[in-house]
């Protein structure tokens, strides 16, 4: 006997092999899973096609090889729709390709029948060094169309299917249609002899990478990451390697030191593979994580602007009539309306006439915030004189500090630069500050000064009053925030004041700063603005 026939035999042992043992694993792997089920289908297809292959070259006769060949046949017919039928499930496509898959094993279901006809197989005939090879009838070749029809139409959906999927998906796709190329490549040989060309089926050996490929991209789908497929390889070809030598061992010592290393090999195979799939894993989770911080940040980011928004639109709408109200309390007080009737009432008028103006400065507050959030804030920079704006908001309090009894300190450096900026801003920062300061110091002095360091011209407000505590100075200049020791001491504060302050700072590219001995010992606040 040839020897080749000997290799066709082995070859279709190897595949039978292969298909039966991965089509009982991937079947076991989820027994409820459709395309688990499938694809164990398709592996016995190919199981069943394999095994008649082993036998047709061991055959003595023509009627029995014919017997094989048209055995092998009927389980080549299935072998394609099988692969339609789950790469269908497994692309989710099945409601929309259910009329295609029953149409596909109706007419597979008849050609499983027409083998046995003598127009699939007319004779046998010796060819190449077979003595027996089978001569196609007219039926054959539709028996092809059927069978390699089947196969391009799931190869089109695959194609189809690479061009949208991502990650995994896109992975499992491509080892898919890998498997597929090798199989025809190997496969197609076994039909060059039926045509007449001289070639053997030699690449019959490849047809079960289908079987191989198909199956590795569904279960190890958790892993299909590249170095882990290529440290697998790696691995798989080191042991095999391995392992033959371990079996040629010609002396005892060489037997003994081949297997020590064959069991070294397999142990440190499965530690690297271990670790190499756990450092993916972690990888992925952070991955993960990473993408879920960003879909809540995103949220959180139109929260707040739908929050600023609407802080917007209701300052808007409480702003005029709160500036009726001061209009009209001012003209009574003018005695526009007449003489007020008695001091009582003059005095009741003065706590409407401040709670109104407490309002109206927490309404600016607010729309300076929205109009900061949303980034509307415009400014109108000229030149201008520091010192003449710190002068005229220290004038401007003069009376609050005094009716508190404060000593007022005053330390303007000479001959400052000019610099350019938007004084309403600015003016509206150095008033906060003070403000600030006379609110929370009860008794001592409020100190203001104005120098120059380096290229930057300093503002900073010093005061005798409340203090801050370390915690309060990481969180000093956000919105709402609010020291727990004003909080005692003043009840009404919102904690904006501060926050608009350094936006607007920031907006001339200057810092804000605070700091403090500690809590009831005083603080300094203030900014820095560049010269240039
Ligand atoms: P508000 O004064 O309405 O609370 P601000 O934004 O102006 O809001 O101030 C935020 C917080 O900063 C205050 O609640 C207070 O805790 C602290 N703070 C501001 N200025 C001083 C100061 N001069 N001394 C001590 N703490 C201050």
């Given at each position: 006997m040839d020897i080749s026939y000997l290799y066709f035999t082995f070859s279709g042992v190897f595949n039978a092999v292969v298909s039966t043992l991965l089509g009982l694993l991937v079947y076991f792997k989820d027994p409820r899973s459709q395309v688990n089920k499938t694809l164990s289908l398709f592996c016995f297809g190919v199981a069943m096609w394999s095994y008649a292959y082993i036998f047709w070259p061991l055959s003595q006769t023509a009627e029995e090889t014919l017997l094989y060949f048209q055995l092998l046949h009927i389980g080549a017919c299935f072998v394609s729709i099988f692969y339609l039928h789950f790469v269908v499930i497994w692309l989710n496509l099945y409601q929309a390709q259910k009329k295609i898959i029953i149409f596909g094993y109706l007419t597979s279901a008849i050609f499983s029948l027409l083998v046995f006809s003598p127009h699939f197989i007319k004779g046998m005939v010796p060819k190449f060094s077979m003595y027996f090879w089978a001569e196609p009838g007219v039926l054959y070749h539709f028996y092809l169309l059927n069978f390699f029809g089947w196969f391009f139409y799931s190869c089109y959906l695959l194609l189809k299917h690479l061009r949208q999927a991502e990650g995994v998906k896109k992975m499992q796709i491509k080892l898919i249609l890998l498997g597929m190329a090798l199989s025809f490549l190997g496969g197609s040989t076994n039909y060059f002899l039926w045509y007449n060309i001289n070639i053997p089926p030699y690449g019959n050996i490849l047809a079960s990478s289908f079987v191989i490929f198909s199956a590795y991209a569904i279960i190890r789908y958790k892993f299909l990451d590249i170095r882990v497929i290529a440290t697998e390889a790696a691995l798989l070809v080191m042991n095999i390697l391995l392992f033959f030598r371990f079996i040629i061992s010609s002396s005892l010592m060489e037997w003994i030191i081949n297997s020590v290393t064959l069991v070294g090999l397999l142990f440190l195979s499965l530690v690297l593979l271990r670790s190499v799939k756990r450092e993916i894993r972690r990888r992925e989770e952070i991955q993960k994580l990473a993408a879920d911080l960003k879909a809540v940040n995103e949220k959180l980011v139109e929260l707040d602007k739908a929050k600023s928004e609407f802080l917007s639109i209701a300052s808007h709408q409480l702003r005029t009539p709160l500036t009726i109200i001061k209009g009209y309390i001012s003209m009574i007080q003018d005695g526009d309306?007449?003489?007020?009737?008695?001091p009582k009432i003059g005095e009741v008028l003065s706590n409407v006439y401040q709670s109104n103006e407490h309002l109206i400065h927490l309404v600016n507050d607010f729309l300076d915030v929205s109009r900061i959030d949303a980034g509307r804030t415009e400014y109108k920079f000229e030149k201008v004189d520091l010192k003449d704006i710190l002068e005229e908001v220290v004038k401007q309090n003069a009376n609050r500090i005094k009716e508190k009894g404060l000593k007022l300190k005053l330390a303007i450096a000479k001959n400052l630069p000019r610099i350019t900026a938007d004084v309403e801003k600015i003016h509206h920062a150095v008033f906060n500050f003070l403000s600030n300061s006379i609110k929370y110091t009860d008794k001592g002095f409020i100190k203001t000064e104005l120098f120059r360091d380096g290229n930057w011209l300093v503002c900073q407000i010093s005061d005798s009053g409340i203090g801050l505590s370390p915690a309060d100075k990481e969180n000093?200049?956000?919105?709402?925030y609010r020291s727990e020791n004003a909080q005692q001491k003043l009840v009404?504060?919102?904690?904006?004041g501060l926050f608009v302050c350094r936006k607007l700072i920031e907006g001339h590219r200057g810092e804000v700063f605070a700091e403090s001995p500690?809590?009831?010992?005083g603080s300094t606040f203030g900014f820095r603005l560049p010269i240039k």
């Open positions: 309306y007449g003489p007020v009737p008695n000093l200049f956000q919105k709402f009404e504060g919102v904690g904006l500690g809590v009831g010992k």
